[in-house]
């Protein structure tokens, strides 16, 4: 894949693809409701540094769209 030319919305597609198509957990990773609150989530270790970035570039688009 050619990143050079990327947008930062294109990239938080693509990587959403990527979670969505792990080959481990097909994309079924959960959130689990405890009494806890949702903070307990089921890991794949296939997936999970996929979704860690989408976090994070989440939060950076949110920020620029609030500019
Ligand atoms: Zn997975």
Excluded: W
């Amino acid at each position: 894949m050619n990143i050079d030319n990327l947008t930062l919305p294109q990239l938080v597609g693509e990587l959403k693809q990527a979670a969505g198509q792990c080959p481990k957990c097909e994309g079924t990773r959960e959130t689990t409701f405890t009494s806890r609150g949702r903070d307990n989530v089921v890991n794949c270790l296939e997936c999970e540094p996929l979704y860690q970035a989408l976090q994070h570039l989440e939060a950076a688009l949110k920020l620029l769209q609030d500019i």
